[in-house]
């Protein structure tokens, strides 16, 4: 991991579960980690929602001042450059789509100054409505840099169905990842996995994951 990962997406893609799973294996590997929640735009399934697991393994996490209120309001009182320049690694959860993106923005500039330190990942979920083919995926990738001033630097294939998702529905994914990587001219940096199916996977660059976010009627 490089010092600085931006984590952008389509809603639902299963970008806060993954930018916590990136969180707690880098804790785990003794570093020291900051996430940054900003997720303007929508008040569920944000990594603002686990400040009390972060928080017991070491991870500071900064959120907007209404996460995990009652109010959706774009309020950052935090400095990201001065975040960046601290010891150990940052890690970015943008709100979804070219809407969450526009927040990013505001630190495109100052984030631009960490070019090789730095990775921008675009997670994709082909089982996710709206993203079900390569155009789609790319050009929804586009417009989160353009909305970011911001380019991507790897795909990540987190395709699942959630608590439905086998190894087949993953193993099928490989090539959409791989088609939306080549036709971006980026690599496919891994394949997300749940930890339960790592074993039944035959691909490289499998990413294993716990499933931490779940749906509201699993609480």
């Not at 490089?2 to 880098?26: C, D, M, P, Q």
């Not at 959706?72 to 890690?91: K, N």
């Not at 996710?128 to 390569?134: H, N």
């Not at 001219?185 to 490289?204: K, N, Q, V």
Request: charged fraction near 25%; proline fraction near 4%.
């Amino acid at each position: 991991m490089k010092k600085i990962t931006v984590i952008t997406g389509h809603y639902g893609s299963g970008k806060t579960n993954l930018s916590v799973n990136l969180a707690v294996r880098a804790a785990q590997e003794g570093k020291e980690v900051t996430v940054v929640d900003l997720d303007l735009v929508n008040p569920y399934f944000r990594t603002a929602d686990f400040r009390e697991m972060f928080a017991g393994m070491g991870i500071k996490l900064i959120a907007p001042d209404f996460a995990n209120s009652n109010l959706d309001v774009p309020s950052i009182q935090f400095d990201i450059e001065q975040l960046a320049e601290s010891e150990g690694c940052l890690i970015i959860d943008v709100g979804g789509d070219d809407a969450g993106a526009f927040a990013l923005g505001r630190f495109a500039e100052a984030l631009s100054s960490y070019d090789g330190e730095l990775d921008m990942l675009y997670v994709v979920n082909q089982r996710r409505y709206l993203t079900g083919s390569s155009a789609e995926a790319l050009s929804l990738m586009f417009e989160i840099e353009k909305a970011a001033r911001m380019k991507h630097t790897a795909v990540v294939n987190n395709t699942n169905l959630g608590c439905e998702t086998t190894p087949e529905i993953i193993g099928r994914s490989e090539s959409f990842a791989k088609e939306i990587a080549a036709a971006a001219g980026l690599p496919l940096a891994f394949t997300a996995c749940p930890e339960e199916l790592c074993e039944l996977m035959d691909l490289p660059d499998i990413f294993p994951v716990k499933v931490y976010v779940k749906p509201l009627w699993d609480l």
